[in-house]
């Protein structure tokens, strides 16, 4: 084989091979932009957004109650894209937290993390995935709720897709101080 068609067809296979890489899914926690293997693993072409004004979370409280269940919506702002995707992990402490119990059927779940399945088309307005989560057990770490979600161009390629990223974090329950808060103002005035 002559060396022009030889680099064509190797090259041909990388473009496809990193896109259908992980045909199952991306891998498990790569809505951590900070990942080894993290969305923009097979999706490049330009610089993620992190911190996106895209992405937005409603149902995510400022302090969270054990073990109680939250109706969460995840919209994203794909401008410009043909389909999206998204992953979604739960962390405190740096170890899962709670645990997703229901979310859209082109989702699954493992624990803490939700990915899609599928790209969805991206119409007028946002897209959004609806996803309940429990939280964990009393804690004394704040929860952190990280999405990563790519804008596609759909052209089953590796390039031209836009990725972004934003974390959303909550606090634990407050506890009550031991002698009350008064007193504890007061412990904290003492040499």
Not at 86 to 110: I, N, W
């Amino acid at each position: 084989m002559a060396r022009g068609p030889r680099l064509a067809a190797l090259a041909g296979l990388w473009v496809t091979g990193s896109a259908a890489a992980f045909p199952d899914g991306a891998p498990w926690g790569a809505a951590d932009a900070d990942a080894a293997e993290h969305c923009g693993t097979c999706h490049f072409g330009s610089d993620p957004v992190s911190d996106s004004d895209a992405l937005s979370l409603s149902g995510w409280p400022e302090t969270l109650d054990a073990e109680r269940v939250y109706a969460l919506v995840l919209r994203f702002e794909a401008d410009g894209a043909a389909t999206a995707g998204a992953q979604v992990l739960v962390r405190s402490a740096g170890a899962e937290a709670g645990a997703f119990v229901a979310v859209p059927a082109d989702m699954e779940t493992d624990g803490a993390k939700a990915r899609t399945t599928r790209p969805r088309q991206v119409g007028d307005g946002p897209v959004a995935w609806k996803l309940e989560w429990r939280a964990p057990g009393a804690s004394t770490a704040p929860v952190t709720f990280c999405a990563g979600a790519a804008a596609a161009n759909d052209d089953a390629s590796a390039f031209g897709d836009i990725l972004h990223f934003r974390c959303f974090e909550a606090g634990p329950e407050p506890r009550a101080e031991p002698g009350g808060a008064g007193a504890d103002r007061e412990d904290r005035k003492r040499p």
